[in-house]
């Protein structure tokens, strides 16, 4: 614990996750590279992905549902084309382990296309993405990630999941810009947070059961649905998204997964797709000089807040004065 009785150090909060993932089943790799996760998005101001999602994670590993003892299978399929069958484990240990061979096609040829089945994914997308900024890539990812959710117009009931994607560019003399969002109108995770502290959502936000507007969180999680961003067109970023992220790795579809998944599942097995890109390979190594100017562009136009500022903000205060404890972080020590 920190010197202030309602923070947390990083630390701690890792090794008290880890302690609760290792006691239901889970590998000490497995479960450090989880709770590192957790604690990140926690720390960074993240909450629907942070300390929030142990619970679900908890419940896959103790029914059985995920594997929290798994080796990933990678097989090299071209210079620059990784699969990764994480053999129902999840999708961060599995990513961890494949970081060898990532590493040498990215000094091969300039470019990793990374392709992820048979995993559990159940957190943000930005912190697989910024650690390959941090190191000077460029690298975006997408998830077909659960349970069926999204119902575009036109559509009778729920056909994808909330899909997200991210992207991560490293900036000269600077934090990297990363930045994650679901093709959803709103994140489960949020959703779920606004029914727990009893608030509504804007119209546009979902339907209920019947396909009319509702403000009502309830009744977009219980038999309703999410509406698409920017209506077709969010759409038809969800369809790229599962042909990729599903169709193409191997993983399952929204709707096979939502057919295998046990009744009150959190987690779920599909497929995500990265691809990390080396900015520095055919002489172009002025990028992140460019994409600063480029950002200081935006903010001298009034775009003061870019993608990350207050996930770095939190993460500075953080570091001085500890994490924020909550129930749910004082629940990890009941």
């Known amino acids: 614990m920190t010197?202030?009785?309602?923070?947390?150090?990083f630390d701690d909060l890792v090794s008290a996750i880890e302690a609760k993932l290792t006691a239901a089943g889970a590998s000490s790799a497995v479960a450090k590279v989880l709770a590192t996760n957790c604690a990140t998005c926690e720390r960074d101001g993240t909450l629907s992905h942070g300390v929030f999602r142990v619970a679900g994670y908890l419940d896959s590993l103790t029914r059985g549902w995920a594997d929290g003892a798994a080796e990933a299978n990678i097989d090299i399929v071209g210079p620059s084309y990784i699969r990764i069958d994480g053999r129902n484990g999840f999708a961060q240990p599995a990513l961890a382990e494949a970081q060898p061979q990532i590493d040498q096609a990215l000094s091969d040829t300039g470019v990793a296309v990374i392709a992820l089945?048979?995993?559990?994914?159940?957190?943000a997308l930005w912190p697989d993405l910024e650690s390959f900024a941090r190191d000077g890539r460029v690298a975006m990812g997408m998830i077909a990630s659960g349970k069926l959710a999204v119902v575009p117009e036109g559509a009778t009931r729920?056909?994808?999941?909330?899909?997200?994607?991210?992207?991560?560019?490293?900036?000269?003399?600077?934090?990297?810009?990363?930045?994650?969002?679901?093709?959803?109108?709103?994140?489960?995770?949020?959703?779920?947070?606004?029914?727990?502290?009893?608030?509504?959502?804007?119209?546009?936000?979902?339907?209920?059961?019947?396909?009319?507007?509702?403000?009502?969180?309830?009744?977009?999680?219980?038999?309703?649905?999410?509406?698409?961003?920017?209506?077709?067109?969010g759409a038809l970023l969800s369809f790229m998204i599962e042909t990729l992220a599903a169709g193409l790795t191997g993983g399952a579809f929204t709707f096979e997964i939502d057919a295998e998944a046990?009744?009150?599942?959190?987690?779920?097995?599909?497929?995500?797709?990265?691809i990390v890109i080396d900015p520095e390979r055919g002489g172009n190594d002025a990028y992140l000089a460019?994409?600063?100017?480029?950002?200081?562009?935006?903010?001298?136009?009034?775009?003061?807040?870019?993608?990350?500022?207050?996930?770095?903000?939190?993460?500075?205060e953080a570091a001085e004065r500890g994490i924020p404890i909550t129930d749910t972080i004082r629940s990890l020590f009941d």
């Open 117 to 123: 089945r048979n995993t559990h994914h159940f957190s």
């Open 290 to 316: 460019r994409v600063r100017g480029f950002v200081d562009m935006l903010r001298d136009a009034g775009m003061d807040r870019q993608p990350g500022d207050r996930r770095y903000a939190n993460r500075a």
């Open 3 to 9: 010197n202030e009785p309602d923070r947390i150090s």
């Open 158 to 233: 729920p056909v994808f999941s909330t899909n997200p994607f991210g992207f991560a560019t490293p900036v000269a003399d600077a934090d990297p810009i990363v930045f994650d969002f679901s093709t959803s109108s709103m994140s489960h995770g949020d959703l779920q947070l606004l029914r727990a502290e009893g608030k509504e959502v804007p119209v546009g936000t979902g339907v209920d059961a019947t396909g009319a507007d509702t403000t009502d969180p309830n009744a977009i999680l219980d038999g309703g649905g999410i509406r698409p961003i920017g209506g077709h067109k």
């Open 262 to 274: 046990p009744e009150g599942a959190h987690t779920f097995r599909t497929g995500q797709l990265f």
